[in-house]
Every structure is written in C-alpha cells, then in structure tokens.
C-alpha cells in the first residue's frame, strides 16, 4: 500500500529517505469509534507539518529536513494499529494513535521493534510507564487534582460525585480524582458510569467530575438539569451550547485547548491517509 507524502509522491515500505526529508507517520483512527478524535489529531499534524515546512524545515545534524507526513487510519482497532504500523515502517519518526487502548499496542510494537513512540493521544498512567513511550500530555492521574484543588476553598468540605467510564484513561483520572480528593478533605460520594448519573444531582453532590469519554461527557452535560456547585469535565470543554442554562463560573475542564484557524482543510490521500501536500503549497 502506498503512502502519499507531502510532496504529493508515494513511497513505498523500506524505501530509501529522500534526500533532505524527514518522513513522519501515525497511525490514527479515521474511522471507528476514535474517529473524532483521530481526524483531529490527523489535522493537528498536518498543520503542525505545513507550519515547519512553511519555516524552512527543521535542523536535524548538519541538515535541514522538510517533514512529509503520512497517516495510516488504524479503524480504532488494536488489529488495524499493528497494519497500519507495518505500512509506516519506514518512517524517521512514529506518533502514536489516539486512545490508551490503541497506544498500548502501538508501544508493544515499536518495543519489539526497536523503535520510539511520540504518544500524545494516550493519557492512562499505565501506558504511560510503557517501554520506549516519550509523552508529550500529562498522566490521565493528575488531571483532576488542580481542579479540585481550585474548588477546595470556593466549596469547602464538598461532596464529589465521580462519572468515569470503563477505559483505562477514565479509572486513572477517577483514581488521581479520589487521592486528591482525600488530601483536600472532599467526600467522594461515589463512582459511577456517566449513564447511572441523575439528570438533576443537586441533592447528592456538590462537585460532580466528568471522566468518561468524549462522547460520554457530551452526553451527560447535555442532558443535565440541575447545577451542582461546581463541575469539571476531563474529555469535553464546558459552555451554555451543552446545557439548558449556562454552568457559570464554576464550570472547569480538565484539558484546557487553544483553537486555532486552518488555511485550508486536510486533503484524504489514497487508503485512508491524510496527505499534508495542501499544507506544502501554502
């Protein structure tokens, strides 16, 4: 299978690097269920790649490389991380796929092979630890500690509700949630799957922490008619779009993201990868 690279040519497994290129490849989920997720790190790269190149290349040694970029969609699948890992063999540098459960197979794979994973899409303190794994994001276990640390005095002595989903990211943000909250004198009421969380939680908790997936996160701040005290999402950003009323000012998230326009969109290559040869012609 062929890869398109940013200059629009394809190379093929274990060809020679072209002079003065530095070839990067992720495997990523393009379709699945991390596809939201995977075509956001897709495009992230491609801007990332465009930028340098508009720069001039980076300096690697004596020479100045142009990055090309190739992603291999993994369909969200353990399975598909390992092809699509073999279809970028030949890459100079490998970033990891998005998901804890993706980027522990991908770990396994450049461990058996020799390689370095850049992982900047799998937070769950275990895959983390991983052999060979260089992380770019913090342990999914000290995502919840700053925020309650801010809601400490603003709710002194609270009770926090925890919904965390069934990943291994969720129970290392749930786990990181109870040590900090045990510090800061908070009650953790409880536990639960965002589903099992009332539509109105007022009565039970002060602080409910959102620690499921994205689209779990969605799902339970959509639907939610009464305010607690405060609250905090790790996978999704809080506004008024997500709620019947505005959360206010007590409204926290977990992974503050800055947005950032695009000159124009990724272009899909051939097989599912995305081709930054439109980020090249900028």
């Known amino acids: 299978m062929l890869s398109e690279s940013s200059s629009g040519e394809a190379s093929g497994p274990l060809s020679p690097r ?11 989920s393009l379709t699945g269920r991390y596809a939201l997720m ?3 790190a897709a495009a992230g790269l491609w801007q990332a790649v465009g930028d340098v190149r508009g720069l001039g290349g980076i300096q690697v040694g004596p020479e100045r490389l142009a ?3 190739a992603v291999v969609d993994d369909q969200s699948t353990r399975e598909g991380v390992r092809r699509a890992l073999d279809d970028l063999a030949d890459a100079d540098v490998l970033f990891g796929p998005y998901g804890s459960d993706l980027v522990e197979e991908a770990a396994g794979v450049a461990s058996e092979r020799g390689r370095v994973l850049w992982n900047h899409g799998g937070g769950a303190d275990q895959v983390q630890r991983l052999p060979g794994v260089v992380s770019v994001l913090s342990p999914a276990g000290a995502y919840a500690a700053p925020m309650l640390e801010a809601l400490a005095d603003i709710v002194p002595g609270a009770r926090l509700l925890i919904a965390a989903g069934s990943g291994r990211f969720a129970r290392s943000v749930a786990d990181g ?4 909250a045990e510090r800061l004198g908070m009650n953790v009421v409880g536990t639960v799957p965002p589903a099992d969380v009332p539509d109105d939680p007022t009565k039970q908790v002060d ?3 959102a620690a499921g997936t994205f689209a779990e996160d969605l799902e339970l701040l959509g639907r939610l008619q009464g305010q607690p005290s405060a609250l905090a999402a790790v996978g999704a950003g809080i506004g008024g779009s997500l709620w019947s009323s505005d959360p206010g000012p007590r409204a926290w998230w977990g992974r503050p993201s800055g947005k950032r326009g695009f000159a124009s969109e990724p272009t899909w290559g051939r097989g599912g990868r995305l081709s930054s040869e439109a980020s090249a012609r900028r």
Do not use: F, I, N
Request: net charge positive.
């Open 67 to 69: 990055p090309d970029l």
């Open 207 to 209: 602080v409910l922490l």
């Open 18 to 28: 072209p002079s003065g290129r530095l070839r990067l490849g992720a495997p990523l």
């Open 177 to 180: 949630a109870r040590r900090a």
């Open 38 to 40: 995977g075509r956001l």
